[in-house]
């Protein structure tokens, strides 16, 4: 049979592809110092930020009835997200060298948005509709989910906050969040801004653990402020929050 003859060359092409990427790939990974580490997070929770800051930007425009296409399409968003991630850090948005963590978490994050922004054209597009629900935290919650499937169990990212301020339950602190979200960030003497890295289990597995803390702005405090109880434009129950104070926190992991 004229087919089989391949079936040895194709084994042994299999065999080579795996042993150059246990040479190539395996080694790249598993020598993440711990300042590599922080580097994925630290970049991660950039571009994560960068691409809420432009939804932010944009909800009045999101919301406006008047207006069909909003012009907000993935590419704009990604382009506007890489233009936000230069103002905060002054370096232009690279791409990390092919194969490494980096540049895997890199691409999932942007996939993401891509695929966020693409589902919600519907939604911001729909002219006479005024407030669409399309708000900075709910555009975070979509990018984390995909970015933790694009990521495929190398990786998470979640926007959580206090207990006692959460509104999503799929926002909820796990016990880690919860511990450093009261113990470290609410203390007084925590430095702002600071973020908090330890090696500790995400779920059951061993992981290196990063969490950034954030606080409410003047803008925020239309729904999370005062009066407490009271009704924001979303409908939802406001939290008292007060400026300046911790409302949340951006957490991430890397398994081991
Ligand atoms: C237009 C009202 C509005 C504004 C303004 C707003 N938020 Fe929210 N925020 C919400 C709603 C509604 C949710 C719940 C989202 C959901 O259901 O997933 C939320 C969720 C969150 C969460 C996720 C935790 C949770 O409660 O589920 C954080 C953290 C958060 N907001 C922080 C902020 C910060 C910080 C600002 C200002 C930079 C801000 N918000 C501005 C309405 C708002």
Aim: net charge positive; with cysteine.
């Amino acid at each position: 049979m004229g087919k089989n003859k391949f079936l040895p060359r194709i084994a042994f092409l299999n065999l080579t592809i795996f042993i150059l990427s246990l040479l190539i790939i395996a080694p790249a990974q598993a020598a993440l110092s711990q300042d590599d580490k922080v580097a994925i997070g630290t970049e991660i929770t950039t571009i994560y930020r960068a691409a809420r800051g432009v939804i932010a930007k944009s909800q009045k425009l999101i919301n406006d009835a008047t207006k069909g296409d909003k012009g907000l399409s993935a590419d704009v968003v990604i382009t506007k997200t890489k233009e936000n991630y230069k103002k905060a850090t002054g370096n232009d948005f690279k791409m990390a060298a092919a194969g490494t963590l980096k540049a895997e978490t890199q691409t999932a994050l942007l996939n993401s948005i891509k695929e966020v922004m693409h589902n919600a054209q519907p939604l911001i597009n729909e002219k006479g509709k005024g407030l669409k629900g399309f708000l900075p935290a709910i555009f975070a919650k979509q990018m984390g989910d995909g970015f933790n499937k694009n990521i495929s169990g190398k990786a998470h990212i979640k926007l959580t906050a206090p207990k006692s301020y959460v509104r999503n339950r799929a926002n909820r602190p796990d016990k880690w969040e919860a511990d450093i979200i009261e113990n470290k960030f609410k203390k007084p003497s925590y430095e702002k801004n600071k973020v908090f890295v330890a090696d500790a289990k995400h779920k059951g597995k061993p992981a290196f653990r990063l969490i950034l803390p954030e606080y409410y702005k003047e803008a925020c405090l239309n729904c999370h402020g005062d009066p407490k109880g009271s009704r924001d434009i979303t409908g939802g129950k406001k939290e008292g929050g007060k400026l300046g104070e911790l409302g949340g926190a951006i957490s991430f992991v890397i398994y081991n």
